[in-house]
């Protein structure tokens, strides 16, 4: 199943600016006040796309503005094509509801914390968030960021 809303769409892979500085943050501003963006019950978005050997250490959360009735998102893994993998590996049951840094500390399948550090394809894949809330998401701003690793080999991987 593909994502309901998918912001990956048309865009290329993030990329450190050289070979030296391997670390690197994706960022994505999403106001889900605009039609476009609204989520319901179940629906899906890709966030990020992330090319093969760059490492997801952490998917953080920072609530702009406050959606009140929403108070549980996931952030997980999903295939390119949107089709789910993991899909609370970064973040579970996030809240909206509240404004300010959400990140998961331990307990999900990439948490630091619980010494996994994150995860890292062989191919490409998506960051994705499902908002399992009865309640559409319509009044949030949220900024979205991938504490990244870029492991490939500048003169083979992509």
């Not at 995860?119 to 908002?131: P, V």
Request: hydrophobic residues 45%; contains cysteine.
């Amino acid at each position: 199943m593909a994502f309901t809303i998918d912001l990956t769409e048309n865009e290329s892979y993030a990329k450190p600016v050289d070979a030296v500085d391997r670390h690197f943050v994706m960022h994505r501003r999403v106001d889900f006040t605009e039609t476009d963006n609204q989520l319901a019950n179940a629906q899906t978005m890709g966030l990020f796309q992330v090319p093969p050997y760059v490492l997801v250490e952490e998917v953080i959360m920072v609530v702009r503005t406050a959606d009140a009735d929403v108070t549980d998102v996931d952030i997980g893994r999903y295939s390119t094509a949107g089709v789910v993998a993991a899909v609370d590996a970064f973040i579970d049951g996030g809240t909206l509801a509240t404004t300010g840094e959400k990140r998961d500390l331990a307990g999900e399948t990439y948490s630091k914390q619980d010494g996994t550090a994150g995860y890292m394809g062989a191919a490409a894949w998506t960051i994705g968030l499902i908002n399992n809330d009865a309640d559409t998401i319509n009044e949030a701003i949220v900024d979205f960021f991938a504490i990244c690793v870029d492991l490939r080999n500048t003169d083979v991987d992509d």
